[in-house]
Nanobody, 126 residues
């Protein structure tokens, strides 16, 4: 059974850092693109970052460029989202998602993703 489990969320002060993890089970990341999205209840889900199969390419939303990085650990079958210089507007529920692809490209479109984790809360506040 294909499953994604996020962890690493929490409360952090503005300017602080968090690292989110997306642990995959039931499939190997070699053949899947992974995306991170965030959502405030009542609003549309927003793409934050994605990484293609085998880490061939990455993409970042303009709002997080230069502050967030994304990486894959193939041994742990886990994707990480390192978030630095956090701002209050980064407060949201963060979700990871996956879709199978042969391309070394990842989509920022939420509708491209077939599998989703349960989400982890990130709160940036003093």
């Amino acid at each position: 059974q294909l499953q994604l489990v996020e962890s690493g969320g929490g409360l952090v002060q503005p300017g602080g850092s968090l690292r989110l993890s997306c642990a995959a089970s039931g499939f190997t990341l070699d053949y899947y693109a992974i995306g991170w999205f965030r959502q405030t209840p009542g609003k549309e889900r927003e793409g934050v970052s994605c990484i293609s199969r085998r880490g061939g390419s990455t993409h970042f939303a303009d709002s997080v460029k230069g502050r967030f990085t994304i990486s894959t650990d193939n041994v742990q079958n886990t994707v990480y989202l390192q978030m630095n210089s956090l701002k209050p507007e980064d407060t949201d529920i963060y979700y990871c998602a996956a879709y199978a692809t042969r391309r070394f490209y990842c989509s920022g479109d939420v509708t491209a993703y077939d599998y989703w984790g349960q989400g982890t809360q990130v709160t940036v506040s003093s």
